[in-house]
């Protein structure tokens, strides 16, 4: 049986590497050259500037196109199998469908692995190279910022230090409004200190006005609560610093936007966007094994003898789910579903009809 599938996993993964180089260049040629093109004629952008900018808009692009791709894969791999009657053969030896397709769910499930990795470890550093070219090699934006809902890290040992938080952010004025520090030892939270607001001085650090520091018990509880007037807000950081360290959502690895929604939840801020965004870092490369389980049995279908066949029915799947997708995405960030159920929904209804395609494809003879 290993040369069976070995024979399914070759005939799978040449369209497999198509779809992403077909996709990608759709997406491509659709919107990222029309920008970098913006950005050339508005900026005057340079050739090696425009190449980095290509290069780093790359990663966020594939990662969408594997689950598409794998839809594709199985499409035509068992579309030609199918119309060579190869497919009737195997049948006719004894290979039950559930042998025949298994190797393809491996794959699926692999590559919805290597994708999920991709997506934390490849496509945020990607997005934030992108955003830095951008801003500081094109438009050349050095202007003080003006920033809502920023976050401050400070890392020891590749743990979790302090979390800063402010409501709103004015470089041109060093200050800081609606402060919150979150301070941590081993990764359990043991003080927080809240500030009207934190400024800047000429002596080279910030000064925090009118709050109160809370120290923790193991339990979470406050022990102990002291007011102040004034004091040292214990970051070094300066204020260029600070505007040039804000992510956005898209450039952050799942662990950082975790932490971004903790802190933004605890000073009551809205974060249904981010949440849907965070599950979504898991649900979009995991379709490539729904789109599996969907197009197996689509593809076993007898007489599909044409190529076309297999990139139309494709591309009615793939529109379906992100429409579906982008729907439920909406409800979600708009409060109407929790935003764990909005971004797994669109993959259990997948998992459901690639299920039911499953079961009825086996029972053919």
């Not at 997005?127 to 830095?132: D, G, Q, R, V």
């Not at 301070?183 to 043991?190: A, C, G, I, S």
């Not at 927080?192 to 607001?197: G, I, P, T, Y």
């Not at 950081?237 to 932490?259: A, F, G, H, N, V």
Request: hydrophobic share 45%; proline share 4%; with cysteine.
């Amino acid at each position: 049986m290993r040369i069976l599938d070995k024979y399914v996993i070759t005939e799978l993964l040449g369209p497999f590497f198509f779809g992403i180089c077909a996709f990608s260049s759709v997406f491509v040629g659709s919107s990222t050259l029309l920008r970098i093109a913006q950005y050339v004629t508005t900026y005057g952008a340079g050739f090696s500037t425009v190449v980095k900018l290509f290069i780093y808009s790359l990663p966020s692009i594939i990662v969408l196109t594997f689950p598409m791709s794998m839809l594709l894969a199985t499409l035509l791999a068992f579309g030609r199998m199918s119309s060579s009657s190869e497919i009737t053969a195997m049948k006719s030896s004894g290979i039950s469908f559930y042998r025949l397709t298994a190797p393809v769910y491996i794959i699926a499930i692999i590559v919805s692995i290597f994708a999920i990795g991709f997506n934390e470890y490849i496509v945020p550093k990607a997005n934030e190279a992108y955003t830095k070219v951008v801003e500081y090699e094109i438009k050349g934006n050095t202007a003080p910022k003006s920033q809502e809902h920023i976050v401050i890290k400070d890392m020891q040992g590749g743990n979790i230090e302090r979390l800063t938080y402010a409501r709103r952010y004015e470089e041109a004025s060093a200050t800081m409004t609606g402060v919150s520090i979150q301070e941590f030892d081993k990764d359990k939270l043991v003080r927080m200190q809240n500030a009207e607001k934190a400024l800047w001085n000429n002596a080279g650090y910030w000064i925090m006005y009118n709050g109160s520091v809370h120290d923790l018990s193991e339990e979470g509880n406050v022990q102990r609560t002291l007011r102040f007037t004034q004091q040292v807000l214990p970051i070094n950081k300066k204020p260029q610093e600070i505007s040039r360290e804000q992510k956005k959502p898209d450039e952050m690895t799942m662990k950082e936007l975790r932490q971004q929604i903790r802190i933004m939840k605890s000073q009551f801020v809205d974060v249904k966007k981010m949440e849907v965004e965070y599950y979504q870092r898991i649900t979009i490369p995991f379709a490539s094994l729904v789109f599996a389980l969907i197009g197996t049995p689509l593809g076993l279908q007898p007489h599909r003898n044409s190529s076309s066949i297999g990139f139309g029915i494709s591309i009615i799947v793939i529109f379906i789910y992100y429409a579906i997708m982008t729907i439920l995405s909406a409800l979600g960030q708009g409060g109407s579903l929790a935003p764990v159920v909005a971004a797994w929904l669109p993959n259990i209804i997948g998992i459901i009809v690639g299920l039911y395609l499953i079961r009825k494809a086996a029972r053919k003879k």
